[in-house]
């Protein structure tokens, strides 16, 4: 079974950044698609970014398209999302998760992943 902790998360004014980290507890994690969600009050999980297992794919949402960047260090089982120009729809839990059946492409859909993070908060305030 894969633990998954994140961390990173805070209380940022709009236009700054933020780096979310996530820690694996199994080496299984560097063969896996990862990918990160995140769930505001009163709406559903919804895709930000996914990861391949190299690192060579990844994926976003529309919303943070240009802003975000996602990568994974294998040797350190982590994966980052870099969040840039953040804004305060921005606000939300950010969750990580990894995808067990996925390798060289990656999962938009929450489904589709087999163990999440516990999340940290991001708030983006004006």
């Known amino acids: 079974q894969v633990q998954l902790v994140e961390s990173g998360g805070g209380l940022v004014q709009a236009g700054g950044s933020l780096r979310l980290s996530c820690a694996a507890s199994?080496?299984?994690?560097?063969?896996?698609?990862m990918g990160w969600f995140r769930q505001a009050p009163g709406k559903e999980r919804e895709f930000v970014a996914a990861?391949?297992?190299?690192?060579?794919?990844?994926y976003y949402a529309d919303s943070v398209k240009g802003r975000f960047i996602i990568s994974r260090d294998n040797a350190k089982n982590t994966v980052y999302l870099q969040m840039n120009k953040l804004k305060p729809e921005d606000t939300a839990v950010y969750y990580c998760a990894v995808d067990l059946g996925k390798i060289t492409s990656a999962t938009m859909t929450p489904a589709g992943y087999d163990y999440w993070g516990q999340g940290t908060q991001v708030t983006v305030f004006s």
């Open positions: 990861i391949s297992w190299s690192g060579g794919n990844t």
């Open positions: 199994s080496r299984t994690f560097r063969t896996f698609a």
